[in-house]
C-alpha cells in the first residue's frame, strides 16, 4: 500500500477534526486492520505504531497482539523494535490472552542468541540489543508459564560478557518472582553473587533489586547485611546508597543488634552528604535504629542525644523550607522519630511552632501530617488551648479533614483514660459542640461513646451532663411559640447517633435532674403545653412527630426513647412524693406538681399507643410493655375524665413499683479487666427459681396480689393446666360489657378497636384497655367484637379455618367468585400449593427441555458524547475502553504475598530443581506373550488369506490390464488380439481401453492397434538422446575453442 498513513499524518489528522475526532479515530483504525492484513513488515510496523498511539488515548489494541507477535520476528531491529513495544502494550492481561504462548520460542532464540558472534564481522553487538529487546519485553508480559521456560536463558545471561545484558537480565528477574515465586529460590545464590559484579550498573540493579524482595520477607536477606554495610561505607553512588540505606533500616526489626552499628556511618552521612533523597533517607533510618539501641543493662549509648539533636535540626530545616515536598517529608520524619522519642518537641518550642503553622497550609496532605503530631505536644496545660484552636480549625475546615480533626481531638482527650483533662465539664462542653458540628457523620458514635462514657465513669460531672443532655433533647421541640424558624433549624441540629446517648444519660441518672435545672439561663420547655422539666422530658422523648413524622428517628433511637421516658415518669413520680413529704415547707430544688404529674401520664398515654405501631419489634415490645405496665398500676386509659389529684395520688402509690423496675440503683462501671476475667470464667452456675426469687422485694408489687381472670389472690392458676393451649387458638367473646372489677362498678366499656393507620390512632387516641379486666382469649389489639375484622387476614392465624379467607381462587374458579373447594381448604391454614406447568403437558414436560438461550453480545459503553462510525466488522475494536484491564491492587497484593512466603534461609531440597523444557518420551510397552486364544485367532486369520490368494490365482487371466469390465470375452466383429503388455514406465493409454475400442467398431472408426504404442514411444525416446547427444558435442568444442 502506497498511500497508507503514517504516525505523523494521523497526529495531524485528530488535531484537525476537533469537532469529530472519533469519526477520524474510527476510520483510521479500520484502515489500520487493512493494513496489518498486509504481508509486508514494514506495513504492519507502520500500522502498529499508529495502533499504538490510539492505545495511549483509550482506546484497546489487545485485537492486534497477533500482528505484533509476527513483527516481533522481523529481522530488521527498527521492524522488530515496535513489535515489542507494540506487544507490551497491546497484552495488557497475559495471563488471558492466548498469544503470549507464541512468544516463547521467540523470546528463548533471543536470548540464546545473544551469545552468538557474527563470523563476518567477529562481533556480537546486534544480537545483544535483540536481547535487550525481549528482556524488556519479558518484563511487561511475564507470566507463570513464562517464566518457568525462560528462568534458565535469564540466568544465563548474568554470566553474558556485557553489562548491558546483566543488569536488564538481572531486573527482569524481578519482574519473574512475581508470577514465579519458586524461581527466587532457584536463583538466589546468583543473584549473591551480582552483588560482587565488576559493574557499578550492574551492583546498582543487585540492590534494587533486593531491596525490592526485602520489602515483602526482611528475614530472608540477613545473611547479605555485611555485604550491604560494605556497600554503605564504600560507595559513592547517591541511588545506590539511597537502597543501601532503606534495606538496612528494614533489617534493623529482624537484628537489633545492627542498630547501634548503624548509627555512626548514617550519622556522618547525614553531616556530609548535600543530596536531599539521602539526606532524608538517612534520617529516617536513624529514627528507626533509635528504638533498638538500648544495651542489656537497659542503658543507652552515650553518642544518643547528639544523634536525636542531629535528627531535629535536620527535619526542622525540612518542615521551615519553601519546597512543599521537603516539608511534607519533615513531618513525616518528625512522626517516625516521636515514637521512640516522645518528648522531643517539649524542649524544641520552634519545632512546636513549624508545626502548628503547618496547621494552616493550603495543602490538606500537610494539614494531616501536622494533625497527627498534635498528640506528642499536647500537656494538661496548654490542652484547653490547643483544642479550642482545633476548634475554630473544624469551623473552616471541610470534607474528610473536618472528620481527621474531630477525631484527633477525641484521641487527644481520652488518651491514657483522661489523663490530660483537668476539668471534665469542660470536655462535655466540648463533646456537646461536636455534636451539632455537621458533616461528620462517621464521627457520631464515637461522639456518643464518650460522651456516655464520661457520664459513667465521672460521678462529679454527672448532673452536668444531665443538664447538657436535657439541653439537647428539649430544644428539638417547637419552643413557646409552636413554629420554627431556619436559624433556630441550624441551632437545633445534632448527630442522630448523640440522641440515644443523651437519653440514656438522663433517664439513667433522672434522679439527678433537680440538680441539673437548678441553674439559671436553662430552657425547660418543649412547647407551650409544657408543665415542667418532667413533662418537657417525657414530651421529647415520645414526641409522635419522631416516630410517624416526616423525618422519623431510627428505629434504635426509638427504643431507647421509650426506655428512658418510663425512667424519667418514675423519677417525676418519686419526686412528687418528695413534695407532698415536705408538708408545705419551701423545698430548695425541683417541684413536681400534681399538673405536671398528670400532664406526664396524659403524655405517656397518648403517645405510646403509636410507639406500639411500630414495625420494629423492639420499639414496639418496649411501647407495649410500659402501656400495660401503666394500666395495671391502675392508670385510666384516657385520663381525660380524671382529676389531676387522683393521677397524682395513683403515681405516688407506685413510685416505689416504678423505681424498682426501672432504676433500682445507678449503673457502674466495670474495669477493662473484670469484664476479661469475668469473660474467662464463663457462663455462671445454673441456679433454681428458688435462688433467684430470694433477692425480689414482693412487697411492692401490690397489685400483684388482687385476683385476676387468670389468678387468684394467692397466686394459684385458675382451671386446669389442660386448658391451656399454645397451638390452638380459643375462639373470642362476642360480650362487649366487661365488669370493672377494681372499681366495682359495671360500666359497659365499648369494643377497642384495631389500630389501623397511625394517623387515626393519633387523632382518635383509642385506648388499649385494662389488662386485669381482659378475658383469656383476647389480647392487645383484638377485641370480642373485632373478632370479624381479621377474617382474611393472612397476618392473624385463627384456629378455626375459614372458606372465606382464601387468599387466591382455586383451580377452576374465576376471579369474581365461585365455589371453593371446603375439603382442601380444611386440610390447612395455609392452603395447598400448586405449580402451574406453563402451558406443557404432563407427558410433554419430561421430555422437552428448554433451550439454552444464546447471550446477548455485550457492547462496551461508549463516552459520552462520542459518535462512533458503523462499520462491517462485527468486532467493537474502536470503542474506546473505560479502564484497562490491567492487575489491580489485589492481585499484585496476592503476587506480594506469594513472594514473602519463599523462605531463602533453608537449603534446596531435591525437589527444588531448575525447570527444563523437554519432550515427554511414551515409554515402551512390555512385549505381551501371546496366549493361546490368540494364537487360534491368528491362524484363522492366516486361513483366510490363504483362501483369498488361491481364489484369485483361479480367476481368467485373459482380462486386459484396464479392462475393468471385461469386455475381453465378448465380440465386436473384430477379432480380439491380446495387446502385449505395456512397460512399466509407459500408462496405458485410452485406445487400449475395451470399452473405447467398443465405441470404435461401432461408429465404424479404425483407431491404430493400441500394441505399436510402445513402439512408437522408445522411438521417439531414442531421437531425443541423439538430439541431446549432438548438442553436448557442439557445446564442447565451443568451449576448447
Keep these: 500500500m502506497v498511500f497508507e498513513k503514517t504516525l505523523n499524518d494521523l497526529v495531524s489528522g485528530i488535531r484537525s477534526h476537533k469537532r469529530d475526532t472519533a469519526l477520524f479515530i474510527s476510520q483510521s483504525i479500520a484502515e489500520i486492520k487493512n493494513e496489518l492484513q498486509s504481508p509486508d513488515f514494514f506495513t504492519k510496523s507502520n500500522a502498529l505504531q499508529k495502533l499504538t498511539f490510539l492505545q495511549m488515548m483509550g482506546y484497546t489494541m489487545s485485537w492486534a497482539a497477533f500482528a505484533a507477535v509476527e513483527v516481533m520476528s522481523s529481522p530488521r531491529f527498527a521492524l522488530k523494535r515496535v513489535g515489542y513495544l507494540a506487544a507490551c502494550q497491546g497484552l495488557d492481561q497475559p495471563e488471558n490472552s492466548p498469544v503470549v504462548l507464541l512468544t516463547t520460542n521467540l523470546l528463548q532464540k533471543e536470548l540464546r542468541g545473544a551469545n552468538v558472534v557474527n563470523t563476518t564481522t567477529g562481533k556480537g553487538g546486534e544480537n545483544i540489543y535483540h536481547a535487550g529487546l525481549a528482556i524488556n519485553c519479558l518484563s511487561n508480559i511475564a507470566t507463570e508459564d513464562l517464566g518457568q521456560a525462560l528462568l534458565t536463558e535469564l540466568l544465563h545471561m548474568l554470566n553474558h560478557p556485557s553489562p548491558y545484558i546483566r543488569k536488564k537480565a538481572l531486573l527482569c528477574l524481578y519482574k519473574v518472582f512475581l508470577k514465579y515465586p519458586q524461581g527466587l529460590r532457584l536463583s538466589y545464590d546468583k543473584i549473591k553473587l551480582c552483588l560482587e559484579d565488576p559493574h557499578p550498573s550492574v551492583v546498582s540493579c543487585a540492590v534494587n533489586v533486593i531491596t525490592e524482595l526485602a520489602e515483602k520477607n526482611p528475614k530472608n536477606y540477613l545473611p547479605l547485611a555485611p555485604a550491604f554495610f560494605k556497600l554503605l561505607t564504600s560507595s559513592a553512588n547517591n541511588w545506590m546508597l539511597i537502597k543501601v540505606v532503606k534495606l538496612l533500616g528494614s533489617l534493623v526489626p529482624e537484628e537489633p543488634r545492627l542498630a547501634r552499628k548503624l548509627l555512626e556511618p548514617l550519622s556522618g552521612m547525614v553531616k556530609s552528604t548535600h543530596a536531599k533523597s539521602l539526606l532524608y533517607e538517612s534520617v529516617h533510618a536513624i529514627t528507626l535504629c533509635l528504638p533498638y539501641v538500648k544495651k542489656a543493662d537497659g542503658s543507652q549509648p552515650a553518642n544518643i542525644p547528639n544523634v536525636v539533636e542531629l535528627c531535629v535540626e535536620t527535619l526542622r530545616s525540612f518542615v521551615s523550607d519553601s519546597d512543599q515536598n521537603l516539608k511534607y517529608l519533615g513531618l513525616v520524619g518528625f512522626g517516625s522519630l516521636l515514637l521512640s522519642q516522645p518528648r522531643v518537641l ?63 481531638i477525641i484521641r487527644m482527650c481520652s488518651s491514657n483514660k483522661y489523663e490530660l483533662v483537668m476539668d471534665f465539664s469542660w470536655y462535655v462542653d466540648v463533646l456537646v459542640i461536636l455534636a451539632g458540628v455537621r458533616g461528620i457523620d462517621n464521627q457520631g458514635e464515637m461522639i456518643a461513646k464518650q460522651w456516655m462514657d464520661v457520664a459513667w465513669r465521672v460521678l462529679p460531672v454527672r448532673c452536668y451532663a444531665v443538664r447538657r443532655s436535657l439541653e439537647i433533647l428539649i430544644c428539638r421541640g417547637p419552643g413557646v411559640g409552636g413554629n420554627i424558624d431556619d436559624a433556630n433549624e441550624s441551632d437545633r441540629h445534632f448527630l442522630p447517633e448523640v440522641l440515644p446517648a443523651a437519653a440514656w444519660i438522663v433517664g439513667e441518672y433522672s434522679q439527678l435532674i433537680p440538680d441539673g435545672v437548678d441553674e439559671e439561663g436553662l430552657n425547660t420547655t418543649f412547647d407551650a403545653s409544657s408543665k415542667g422539666p418532667y413533662h418537657a422530658l417525657i414530651q421529647a422523648l415520645t414526641a409522635p412527630t419522631d416516630a410517624a413524622g416526616m423525618n422519623p428517628l431510627p428505629c434504635p433511637t426509638q427504643a431507647v426513647f421509650v426506655q428512658n421516658a418510663m425512667k424519667v415518669f418514675s423519677a417525676a413520680c418519686q419526686r412528687n412524693v418528695e413534695t407532698q413529704n ?26 405510646l399507643v403509636i410507639y406500639a405501631e411500630s414495625t420494629d419489634p423492639e420499639v414496639k415490645e418496649r411501647a407495649f410493655t410500659s402501656y400495660q405496665l401503666l394500666l395495671s398500676i391502675g392508670f385510666p386509659s384516657s385520663t381525660s375524665f380524671a382529676t389531676a389529684a387522683a393521677t397524682a395520688s395513683t403515681c405516688r402509690g407506685a413510685a416505689v413499683t416504678l423505681t424498682y423496675l426501672l432504676t433500682p440503683e445507678p449503673m457502674k462501671p466495670i474495669s477493662a479487666k473484670a469484664q476479661k476475667r469475668l469473660a474467662a470464667e464463663g457462663p455462671p452456675s445454673p441456679v433454681s427459681v428458688r435462688d433467684l426469687e430470694k433477692g425480689v422485694d414482693w412487697d411492692v408489687f401490690w397489685f400483684a396480689k388482687e385476683e385476676t381472670p387468670w389468678f387468684d389472690k394467692d397466686g394459684n392458676v385458675k382451671g386446669s393446666v389442660e386448658n391451656i393451649s399454645f397451638t390452638k387458638q380459643l375462639s373470642n367473646s362476642t360480650s362487649g360489657e366487661v365488669k370493672k372489677e377494681a372499681v366495682g362498678t359495671t360500666e359497659p366499656i365499648p369494643a377497642m378497636q384495631p389500630f389501623g393507620d397511625i394517623s387515626s390512632a393519633v387523632a382518635e387516641q383509642v385506648p388499649f384497655g385494662n389488662v386485669s379486666h381482659m378475658t ?41 367468585g365461585g365455589a371453593v373447594d371446603a375439603t382442601n381448604a380444611a386440610t390447612t391454614r395455609f392452603g395447598v400449593l400448586t405449580l402451574d406447568s406453563g402451558g406443557e403437558s404432563e407427558e410433554d414436560s419430561g421430555m422437552k427441555q428448554k433451550k439454552k438461550k444464546k447471550k446477548a453480545k455485550k457492547i462496551p459503553k461508549q463516552r459520552p458524547g462520542v459518535a462512533i462510525a458503523d462499520s462491517d466488522d462485527e468486532d467493537d475494536d474502536h470503542v474506546p475502553r473505560t479502564k484497562r484491564g490491567s492487575i489491580g491492587k489485589g492481585d499484585r497484593a496476592k ?90 514406465a509407459a500408462a496405458p493409454t485410452p485406445s487400449s481401453n475395451p470399452i473405447n475400442s467398443a465405441f470404435d467398431d461401432l461408429l465404424g472408426l479404425e483407431m491404430p492397434p493400441s500394441v505399436e504404442a510402445p513402439a512408437v514411444i522408445q522411438a521417439d525416446e531414442a531421437k531425443a538422446r541423439k538430439a541431446a547427444k549432438k548438442t553436448s558435442k557442439k557445446a564442447k568444442k565451443k568451449s576448447k575453442q
Design 895 to 984: 503476587e506480594f504475598a506469594n513472594l514473602a512466603l519463599v523462605d531463602l534461609t533453608t537449603p534446596l531440597g531435591e525437589d527444588d530443581v531448575m525447570p527444563r523444557n523437554e519432550h515427554y518420551v511414551v515409554p515402551d510397552r512390555p512385549p505381551v506373550r501371546p496366549d493361546a486364544a490368540h494364537q487360534k485367532q491368528k491362524k484363522r486369520k492366516k486361513d483366510k488369506e490363504k483362501k483369498k490368494s488361491s481364489r484369485k490365482e483361479k480367476s481368467p487371466t485373459a482380462a486386459v490390464t484396464g479392462d475393468l469390465l471385461g469386455f475381453d470375452a465378448m465380440s465386436f466383429g473384430a477379432p480380439a488380439v491380446a495387446p502385449a503388455p505395456l512397460p512399466a
Design 776 to 816: 383469656s382469649g383476647a389480647s392487645m389489639g383484638q377485641a370480642p367484637s373485632s373478632s370479624n375484622q381479621r377474617v382474611g387476614d393472612p397476618f392473624y392465624l385463627n384456629s378455626r379455618p375459614s372458606p372465606t379467607n382464601a387468599l387466591f381462587p382455586s383451580k377452576g374458579t374465576g376471579m369474581e
Design 582 to 607: 415536705s408538708h408545705g415547707m419551701s423545698v430548695e430544688k425541683l417541684v413536681c406538681s400534681d399538673e405536671e404529674l398528670h400532664a406526664c401520664v396524659e403524655t405517656l398515654m397518648k403517645n
Design 346 to 408: 517539649h524542649s524544641h518550642p520552634e519545632c512546636r511552632g513549624l508545626i502548628l503553622t503547618c496547621l494552616s497550609d493550603e495543602d490538606v496532605t500537610i494539614r494531616t501530617r501536622a494533625l497527627g503530631l498534635l498528640k506528642f505536644m499536647a500537656t494538661k496545660r496548654n490542652l484547653v488551648d490547643l483544642i479550642s484552636q482545633l476548634l475554630s480549625h473544624v469551623e473552616a475546615a471541610s470534607g474528610e479533614y473536618r472528620c481527621q480533626l474531630v477525631e484527633e
